[in-house]
């Protein structure tokens, strides 16, 4: 989650402006089976299923203690970066990136420079606990396991089991061997040996998935940990299910007292030196500043006693029930740009006669005056996230100046059209030249 509440998605997608996806939408609200061998069906629900994909990312870093922790450090750094206005002007492209130590022209305040220490003490501890995490690990069988197989494993998992209950078993493998076996060996290496080692594909996905989430939430090395997992589903793969079950699974979580307290530590989130110079800003989105590592942590704790304890994990719960889970806001830009710097948007008026409550990053008149939202943030579904969009947007304001500020690469970080708006903000609060 790069430290951002959020998942990103594609303006096309979230206000079903694809024509593919406008197609699978109209066969799937028919009530009939999507055929997967027509080309535009099966596009439009590549197109559909990516918020899915996305959400179930932000569940396994909710619910992964490893990847709670490392999302926490990556947060820590953004409260310390948002109170560096007014402690550096003058700011030159040659004092960049900056570091404790290193000469530059610019004026820096003694609270500055313990800021600027912070956040690379949170970069080290961030770089050292990152490395640990997603370190490759060798399974007895010669497989190869790392974070990412396992993230991107349950990802896909969460789509089969989509069609799953929603379509059909024939859609699901079909699916699969259309479009999952032709992507990158990370999003498919581990799907397939549960494939080729089950009775039935729904008994594969099963499988994979409760492999993965034992993996993820119930251990601080969880490569390490699906090593000795698959290693038992290879050797004993009848009553798998019974053993790594939602049971099984639920009991994984009797740390949660040590992991609270060390998220209530203001100093771990960096949280005590904002309560002591706090950043201006609106009384009530202080508080959501200042509260947000307790809102995080009872989004984790609302999402074990939902989906894992009631749920008990059911696939068909998670997607019929979603709006009982915490629900991350949708940060969306248009996937292309012309050449005159313009891309897909939609009417703001639209948007509030359909009650769809949305935050506009940037907006624009291209089309008679109409207000336009260019990008914005907005609700997964219909529910209202259980974080203000405001701080949404300071959060990535915040990742956007950190890696300016503090990184050496001058990479694209989200998309033109917002880099641009949260650049011109970085030049204006720190004199940047």
């Not at 420079?113 to 970069?123: F, H, R, T, W």
């Not at 300071?394 to 050496?408: G, I, N």
Request: with cysteine; glycine share 6%.
């Amino acid at each position: 989650m790069q430290g951002l509440p959020v998942i990103f998605v594609r303006t096309e997608t979230v206000f079903a402006i694809d024509p593919y996806l406008s197609r699978y939408l109209k066969a799937a609200m028919g009530g009939g089976m999507p055929d997967f061998t027509e080309d535009a069906l099966l596009k439009g629900f590549e197109q559909f299923i990516t918020s899915s994909h996305e959400l179930r990312h932000f569940h396994d870093a909710l619910l992964s203690r490893p990847l709670f922790r490392l999302f926490m450090l990556q947060n820590s750094r953004f409260w310390r970066v948002l109170q560096l206005p007014g402690n550096i002007s003058g700011l030159t492209a040659a004092d960049l990136p900056l570091q404790n130590g290193k000469a530059i022209q610019a004026d820096v305040t003694p609270f500055g420079l313990s800021l600027i220490g912070e956040v690379q003490e949170a970069d080290r501890l961030y770089n050292m606990e990152r490395r640990r995490l997603y370190k490759t690990h060798t399974c007895k069988n010669d497989l190869t396991v790392s974070m990412v197989d396992l993230l991107e494993a349950d990802a896909i998992a969460a789509e089969l089991l989509y069609i799953l209950v929603s379509h059909n078993a024939a859609s699901a493998e079909q699916y699969y061997r259309q479009v999952v076996c032709q992507l990158p060996i990370e999003y498919n290496k581990l799907v397939n040996v549960f494939v080729d080692h089950a009775g039935s594909f729904d008994q594969a996905i099963v499988s994979l998935h409760l492999a993965v989430a034992h993996s993820l939430y119930g251990s601080d090395d969880p490569a390490s940990s699906f090593c000795k997992v698959i290693e038992d589903y290879l050797a004993r793969p009848d009553g798998f299910v019974d053993r790594y079950g939602p049971q099984a699974i639920g009991e994984l979580f009797g740390g949660e007292p040590a992991l609270e307290e060390w998220v209530m530590s203001h100093r771990v989130v960096g949280m005590d030196a904002l309560a002591e110079r706090p950043v201006q800003a609106p009384n009530e989105l202080l508080e959501e500043m200042l509260g947000f590592h307790r809102n995080i942590y009872a989004a984790r704790k609302l999402l074990i006693e939902t989906y894992i304890k009631n749920f008990e994990m059911n696939a068909f719960d998670y997607y019929q029930r979603t709006d009982e889970l915490p629900l991350p806001p949708i940060v969306f830009w248009p996937g292309e740009i012309s050449e005159a710097g313009q891309g897909i948007n939609v009417r703001e008026d639209m948007l509030q006669q359909f009650g769809l409550d949305m935050y506009m990053i940037r907006g624009g008149d291209w089309e008679r005056g109409d207000l336009r939202v260019v990008a914005g943030i907005g609700p997964y579904g219909l529910r209202k996230p259980f974080l203000d969009y405001r701080l949404v947007d300071l959060h990535m304001l915040a990742y956007y100046w950190y890696r300016r500020l503090f990184t050496e690469t001058d990479s694209e970080v989200y998309s033109p059209l917002v880099d641009e708006m949260y650049e011109a903000l970085l030049r204006e609060s720190f004199g940047l030249s």
